[in-house]
């Protein structure tokens, strides 16, 4: 696991598991745009990191990044944080997710991943440097 700088009292934080080329642009582009952002390798990591830190605000998946039953996932982590939104990145919508999942077909651009991560959470509040 990697994780950016610690994170403010009561910031967001964002959780991925993906499988590794995805998992490294959208975990850099949403650090370059000041989310806090922690990657999971696989689910049983996304699942771990869920439940072990505070103030989680999205969690994003890939089908093929998981290694387990996606929407099985979901509902699971669902019980420890009921309506976590989460984003579904991937070539098509997964037959079994809930119906409040967030699609993304995989060719996004980097605007497009903005944009949609900016309407299921709060941007993020980049505090100037002195």
């Known amino acids: 696991m990697s994780s950016p700088p610690a994170a403010r009292p009561g910031a967001l ?3 991925i598991c993906d499988y590794n080329a995805l998992l490294h642009s959208v975990t850099g582009l949403l650090r370059m745009s000041g989310y806090y952002v922690f990657q999971a390798y696989n689910g049983e990591a996304a699942e771990e990191l869920c439940s072990d830190l ?3 605000g999205l969690l994003v998946l890939n089908t093929e990044g998981t290694g387990v039953d996606t929407p099985a996932l979901v509902r699971s982590i ?4 009921p309506g976590l939104p989460v984003l579904h990145i991937g070539t ?9 999942v967030q699609h993304l077909p995989e ?4 605007a497009q991943l903005l944009q949609t991560v900016s309407g ?3 941007g ?3 505090v100037p440097q002195p």
Do not use: C, D, E, Y
């Open 13 to 15: 934080r964002i959780v």
């Open 54 to 56: 505070h103030g989680i």
């Open 78 to 81: 669902r019980k420890t944080h």
């Open 92 to 100: 098509a919508p997964i037959p079994g997710m809930p119906s409040n």
């Open 107 to 110: 060719s996004f651009t980097a």
């Open 120 to 122: 299921l959470v709060p």
């Open 124 to 126: 993020p509040q980049v």
